[in-house]
């Protein structure tokens, strides 16, 4: 099944609008970002080991500028403190790194 920007964008608008706390939306936006480079990179014969790595391969084969890349690695580094390092972001930190998901799937599909 080929997916496409627009069913990530929907999948985000459902987590953000879930009742749950700040802390508890973000393993989900990870997963998110986790299953968009997963998708993007599918056809890639390269392996890679963790989130870091595709992702940044992701942002490199896009040409994500690099702010942008800082502000979705930003999210990556966010959510994995919340699950493992008992992180608590704030409305401000969830509100930006939405927003830096938001601006990846926007590149990453060319979604206007």
Same mark, same amino acid.
């Given at each position: ?7 990530? +964008?929907? =999948?985000?608008?459902?987590?953000? #609008?879930?009742? *749950? ?21 599918? =056809? ?5 080991? *963790?989130? +870091? ?7 490199? @084969?896009? #040409?994500?500028?690099?702010? @942008?890349? +800082?502000?979705? *690695?930003?999210?990556?580094? #966010?959510? *994995?403190?919340?699950?493992?390092? =008992? ?15 938001? #601006?990846?799937?926007?590149? +990453?599909?060319?979604?206007?």
């Amino acid at each position: 099944m080929k997916v496409n920007g627009i069913e990530f +964008f929907d =999948d985000l608008i459902e987590i953000h #609008n879930e009742q *749950n706390s700040i802390t508890d939306k973000y393993p989900k936006l990870r997963s998110l970002l986790e299953r968009v480079c997963k998708d993007i990179t599918k =056809d890639e014969s390269i392996q890679f080991s *963790n989130l +870091f790595s595709r992702l940044n391969y992701v942002c490199e @084969k896009t #040409n994500l500028d690099r702010r @942008k890349t +800082f502000q979705i *690695n930003t999210l990556r580094i #966010n959510a *994995n403190n919340v699950l493992h390092s =008992d992180f608590k972001p704030n409305q401000d930190d969830y509100l930006q790194n939405l927003k830096a998901l938001c #601006n990846a799937l926007r590149h +990453f599909y060319s979604i206007d």
